[in-house]
């Protein structure tokens, strides 16, 4: 074996037995992104539309008793059980706990001369849920119009039909896993650097390991190879978790390929943190200078929510930012089962990134 390649792998062995010695480092690679996926994930699993409503029923009839007890049976309404009366009900509207009310009149489903039950449901709702109010009057019209149809029999001039395009779109929890993988790839890749490089520098590790033949370079390459080994690692814990029964996060593309890309992601990322820590004198640089380049990432490359959502303008300019090829390229492999030949820009993207960073990387190093 030659005499550099021992060396990388004698520094990426001695790297990866402190990582595993520091609980700290471990809370954050492996535990914290872990609370984030069950919290945002949470946040995803329910897809459905629902409305938190108030059911007020005035009239005693039989129709009326059997139409709150379908409407509390349907997971479309969360009944609140507190509201028995349109004064309660105005109280909660006011303070924004339900999004609207539903009161049946006291003539609500009689049945008048012989004929069919009738009535009026009215919504009560307040300026501040004008949309959720009219989105649940189209639901309960539709609802009645399924019920007139049955008892007043009536060819319906016109119509409206759906079809399955039969194929499985994107999910929140899809957007939600993709970008907490960024999480971690930024967590290990450049706190991990700034909070240790300053902390060796300071006692005096970096200037002992200066004096030695270790080069620069042999430093760079073995520190990047312990910290993809242990990126790997917690976030082949974070996709094994979200593919669990709790969360349902399935992977489509290929293992191998998503594998790769992720090392490209850790490789980039861990060369910010390799430039800011390996720069920084102590502590007091490095943290401000990192937060000052993690920040707009976490919120503008689609971290915690999909960049879609973003103003077009916004959505251009956060294309260029590091991790944002990074965290699309990712989803793109794992929810959409596109290989590394399909997804050029980002590959592309993400080695020019690569490149910048490590050059400056090299030239803001300094042992001490």
Same mark, same amino acid.
């Given at each position: ?29 492996? @535990? ?22 108030? #059911?007020?029923?005035?009239?005693? &009839?039989?129709?009326? !008793? ?5 409407? %509390?049976?349907? %997971? ?9 009366? #349109?004064?309660?009900?105005?109280? %909660?509207? &006011? ?8 009161? #049946? ?21 307040? !300026? ?5 109010? +009219? ?32 194929? +499985? ?8 896993? &993709? ?29 002992? @390991? ?7 370079? +042999? ?78 990432? @976490?919120? #503008? ?19 260029? @930012? ?47």
């Amino acid at each position: 074996m030659p005499k550099w390649v021992f060396t990388i792998l004698v520094f990426a062995k001695i790297s990866i037995r402190r990582y595993f010695r520091d609980k700290v480092a471990l809370f954050f690679t492996v @535990l914290f992104p872990l609370i984030f996926l069950f919290v945002f994930g949470s946040f995803s699993k329910n897809n459905d539309v629902s409305f938190h409503i108030g #059911l007020v029923n005035q009239s005693h &009839s039989q129709f009326s !008793q059997k139409f709150v007890g379908d409407t %509390k049976k349907n %997971k479309m309404f969360k009944v609140d059980k507190e509201v028995d009366n #349109l004064a309660t009900a105005k109280a %909660k509207m &006011s303070r924004s706990e339900i999004d609207a009310t539903v009161v #049946l009149p006291a003539d609500f489903g009689e049945i008048k001369n012989g004929q069919n039950p009738s009535g009026q449901a009215i919504i009560y709702y307040d !300026q501040n849920n004008i949309s959720a109010a +009219q989105t649940l009057q189209s639901v309960l019209q539709g609802q009645f119009e399924g019920i007139n149809s049955k008892l007043v029999k009536s060819p319906a001039p016109f119509s409206v039909v759906s079809e399955s395009t039969n194929t +499985q779109g994107l999910s929140k929890l899809d957007y939600t896993v &993709s970008g907490l993988i960024g999480f971690s790839i930024i967590g290990l890749g450049i706190f991990g650097p700034v909070n240790y490089f300053p902390q060796m520098k300071k006692d005096g590790v970096l200037r002992r @390991l200066h004096i030695t033949p270790l080069r620069v370079w +042999q430093f760079f390459v073995s520190s990047v190879l312990s910290n993809a080994i242990i990126g790997l690692f917690s976030i082949g814990i974070m996709i094994a978790v979200a593919s669990s029964p709790l969360f349902h996060f399935k992977i489509i593309g290929n293992y191998f390929e998503l594998a790769t890309f992720i090392i490209l992601g850790i490789l980039t990322i861990f060369g910010i943190g390799l430039a800011i820590g390996g720069w920084a004198k102590n502590e007091n640089q490095a943290a401000p200078l990192a937060n000052i380049v993690v920040f707009p990432m @976490l919120f #503008l490359s689609g971290t915690f929510f999909p960049r879609f959502a973003m103003p077009e303008w916004l959505q251009h300019v956060t294309t260029f @930012l590091p991790l944002t090829p990074i965290i699309d390229g990712i989803r793109m492999i794992a929810t959409e089962g596109k290989h590394l030949t399909d997804i050029g820009p980002q590959l592309g993207l993400t080695a020019i990134w690569a490149v910048i960073i490590y050059a400056i990387a090299f030239r803001a190093f300094r042992w001490e």
